[in-house]
């Protein structure tokens, strides 16, 4: 028999007693009280209600040593990223790797693979194998369904794949940004349940009172809780905490879970109206077999020093200690590496663009949102051709290029917001069809940072004239096979560099991946060119 004892949390009743935990074999089966206890906290552990692993560029295994220190005891994780790359063949790997680790791993079965009609990614899940992989133990919902016009028209393949979750009782999480009125009733209606793209409060109250949950989302690279985190206290059981997408230096500084209560608690948002959104919902709203503290549950916990910083000292899962006072009690595993990359070397005539009229359509990046908007620009030329940034103005070329075809020309368009001074910067991290993507100054330093991405078969890279650096991503041009520390120093280092070349956003890297993921609005490049995510269609560069 093992037990605890401290300061004992009672969500439901809102208060705290003095009391131990008793559990064996993984399950509580005591709680008795106590007058005197040690000055700690013990709370039910943590839990992301979505995220991607793939953007820490971990694997589970090596992302659960990042998230279990932070309290994390379960994520629900939407594996579209690899899925986008390598099919059911990638589905399979996330599974099979997060049963390395404690860490409980609840997958969604990936929606939207391309992530729309107008997407080129390396396969496609049909309604067919969706059907097959709901029905898996380890799935507990169809994730974020991001075709939402494709819900709107009853798209009959959309809608097959709803219903196969319905039919399997299992919950459909949504992805619908800025979409209200009737056609976000229509979508909600629909059996979509949750919505983690809110940026303002109209937005999400609206979507509440449609009956969704909202994912209050703080990420890398979209950061809604300052926005939305009013919601905690007047809206407590239509909330829950998420992070969607996080590198691995954001997971070590910053935190995870913890992180936002934290930030709840600055604000003043009562700890126990952070804990119904940060564990009981998401238990509750996806089912899952994951402690509350109960008799009966199984035992995971944390245990908490300093309530005021949300410090975290201990963390069970199924009765197992994790982690304790720094020390991470998970092993360091071998990691399987696998690929699919056809992606052939580009040269100066792939990126150059003639000079057709007066002025071109641009991106415009707002810093810390993944929604972007447009603007009107007149280039500079030479030899009547667009071969020429402007510094002066911000705005730069960006260049995509399918990874699947080879031989494939890139697209290339311009973009605001980067700050990029000179050199350039690139991933093949590129939501969701993760194409090749690359920002830069001179078609000279977009040439090379594409190379090398080509070369290396995957990666995050930054050129500046001869200087060159590079994080591989040997695992579907998305992960690495190195640890969470080794990955994060590397990706630290590079966003510092990117940061001498002038950037000034507060992850170039994240930003610059979500430059590509025609689903959300208004302007983004794909790997056939612009695209309006408010109308779904193509849109010439020329204006």
């Given at each position: 028999?093992?037990?605890?004892?401290?300061?004992?949390?009672?969500?439901?009743?809102?208060?705290?007693?003095?009391?131990?935990?008793?559990?064996?074999?993984?399950?509580?089966?005591?709680?008795?009280?106590?007058?005197?206890?040690?000055?700690?906290?013990?709370?039910?552990?943590?839990?992301?209600?979505?995220?991607?692993?793939?953007?820490?560029?971990?694997?589970?295994?090596?992302?659960?040593?990042?998230?279990?220190?932070?309290?994390?005891?379960?994520?629900?994780?939407?594996?579209?990223?690899?899925?986008?790359?390598?099919?059911?063949?990638?589905?399979?790997?996330?599974?099979?790797?997060?049963?390395?680790?404690?860490?409980?791993?609840?997958?969604?079965?990936?929606?939207?693979?391309?992530?729309?009609?107008?997407?080129?990614?390396?396969?496609?899940?049909?309604?067919?194998?969706?059907?097959?992989?709901?029905?898996?133990?380890?799935?507990?919902?169809?994730?974020?369904?991001?075709?939402?016009?494709?819900?709107?028209?009853?798209?009959?393949?959309?809608?097959?794949?709803?219903?196969?979750?319905?039919?399997?009782?299992?919950?459909?999480?949504?992805?619908?940004?800025?979409?209200?009125?009737?056609?976000?009733?229509?979508?909600?209606?629909?059996?979509?349940?949750?919505?983690?793209?809110?940026?303002?409060?109209?937005?999400?109250?609206?979507?509440?009172?449609?009956?969704?949950?909202?994912?209050?989302?703080?990420?890398?690279?979209?950061?809604?809780?300052?926005?939305?985190?009013?919601?905690?206290?007047?809206?407590?059981?239509?909330?829950?905490?998420?992070?969607?997408?996080?590198?691995?230096?954001?997971?070590?500084?910053?935190?995870?879970?913890?992180?936002?209560?934290?930030?709840?608690?600055?604000?003043?948002?009562?700890?126990?109206?952070?804990?119904?959104?940060?564990?009981?919902?998401?238990?509750?709203?996806?089912?899952?077999?994951?402690?509350?503290?109960?008799?009966?549950?199984?035992?995971?916990?944390?245990?908490?020093?300093?309530?005021?910083?949300?410090?975290?000292?201990?963390?069970?899962?199924?009765?197992?200690?994790?982690?304790?006072?720094?020390?991470?009690?998970?092993?360091?595993?071998?990691?399987?590496?696998?690929?699919?990359?056809?992606?052939?070397?580009?040269?100066?005539?792939?990126?150059?663009?003639?000079?057709?009229?007066?002025?071109?359509?641009?991106?415009?990046?707002?810093?810390?949102?993944?929604?972007?908007?447009?603007?009107?620009?007149?280039?500079?030329?030479?030899?009547?051709?667009?071969?020429?940034?402007?510094?002066?103005?911000?705005?730069?070329?960006?260049?995509?290029?399918?990874?699947?075809?080879?031989?494939?020309?890139?697209?290339?368009?311009?973009?605001?917001?980067?700050?990029?001074?000179?050199?350039?910067?690139?991933?093949?991290?590129?939501?969701?069809?993760?194409?090749?993507?690359?920002?830069?100054?001179?078609?000279?330093?977009?040439?090379?940072?594409?190379?090398?991405?080509?070369?290396?078969?995957?990666?995050?890279?930054?050129?500046?004239?001869?200087?060159?650096?590079l994080l591989p991503l040997p695992i579907a041009g998305i992960m690495s096979d190195k640890s969470g520390e080794a990955v994060a120093t590397k990706y630290r280092f590079l966003q510092c560099c990117a940061s001498s070349l002038g950037s000034t956003l507060q992850s170039p890297f994240m930003t610059l991946s979500f430059m590509s993921l025609l689903v959300i609005p208004e302007l983004k490049m794909s790997d056939r060119g612009l695209f309006n995510g408010n109308d779904f269609q193509f849109v010439d560069l020329f204006l």
């Amino acid at each position: 028999m093992n037990l605890i004892r401290g300061y004992i949390v009672d969500i439901a009743n809102k208060c705290f007693f003095p009391g131990e935990i008793n559990f064996a074999e993984a399950i509580i089966s005591i709680v008795p009280t106590f007058e005197s206890v040690p000055d700690c906290y013990i709370f039910p552990g943590l839990v992301d209600s979505h995220v991607h692993i793939e953007s820490s560029m971990l694997v589970p295994s090596e992302f659960s040593r990042l998230v279990v220190p932070r309290g994390t005891v379960a994520v629900v994780a939407d594996p579209h990223e690899i899925v986008n790359v390598m099919g059911e063949e990638g589905f399979n790997y996330m599974i099979e790797d997060s049963l390395l680790t404690p860490l409980k791993c609840f997958f969604g079965v990936p929606s939207c693979v391309p992530a729309s009609d107008f997407d080129r990614s390396g396969f496609v899940l049909d309604s067919e194998a969706v059907s097959r992989l709901i029905a898996r133990k380890e799935v507990c919902c169809l994730s974020e369904v991001m075709n939402y016009p494709g819900v709107l028209v009853s798209d009959p393949v959309v809608m097959n794949k709803i219903h196969a979750a319905q039919r399997n009782g299992k919950p459909v999480d949504g992805h619908a940004p800025g979409l209200v009125g009737r056609d976000l009733m229509k979508y909600a209606q629909s059996g979509i349940s949750t919505d983690h793209e809110c940026s303002t409060i109209d937005e999400a109250l609206f979507k509440i009172s449609c009956g969704m949950k909202i994912q209050i989302r703080e990420g890398s690279a979209a950061r809604n809780f300052e926005a939305l985190y009013s919601l905690i206290s007047s809206h407590p059981s239509s909330v829950m905490l998420c992070t969607d997408d996080s590198h691995p230096d954001d997971l070590i500084e910053r935190g995870h879970i913890d992180k936002i209560i934290a930030m709840g608690l600055k604000k003043g948002v009562s700890i126990f109206d952070l804990l119904q959104a940060a564990v009981v919902n998401p238990v509750l709203h996806y089912r899952l077999p994951v402690g509350l503290l109960r008799v009966g549950d199984p035992a995971d916990m944390i245990v908490v020093d300093r309530l005021d910083e949300f410090h975290i000292v201990q963390t069970y899962i199924n009765g197992t200690l994790v982690y304790d006072a720094g020390n991470i009690h998970l092993p360091k595993l071998p990691i399987a590496v696998v690929n699919y990359f056809e992606a052939t070397f580009v040269d100066c005539i792939d990126v150059m663009l003639p000079h057709d009229k007066e002025a071109v359509r641009v991106i415009r990046v707002t810093d810390g949102e993944l929604v972007t908007g447009e603007m009107k620009w007149i280039p500079q030329l030479s030899n009547n051709r667009l071969v020429l940034s402007s510094v002066d103005d911000d705005v730069l070329k960006i260049v995509v290029l399918n990874r699947y075809l080879k031989g494939q020309p890139p697209a290339v368009g311009f973009i605001h917001g980067f700050g990029l001074k000179k050199g350039g910067i690139g991933c093949s991290v590129a939501h969701d069809s993760h194409h090749l993507i690359v920002v830069g100054v001179s078609d000279d330093d977009i040439l090379a940072c594409m190379n090398l991405l080509i070369e290396s078969k995957g990666g995050i890279a930054v050129v500046d004239g001869e200087k060159r650096d590079l994080l591989p991503l040997p695992i579907a041009g998305i992960m690495s096979d190195k640890s969470g520390e080794a990955v994060a120093t590397k990706y630290r280092f590079l966003q510092c560099c990117a940061s001498s070349l002038g950037s000034t956003l507060q992850s170039p890297f994240m930003t610059l991946s979500f430059m590509s993921l025609l689903v959300i609005p208004e302007l983004k490049m794909s790997d056939r060119g612009l695209f309006n995510g408010n109308d779904f269609q193509f849109v010439d560069l020329f204006l």
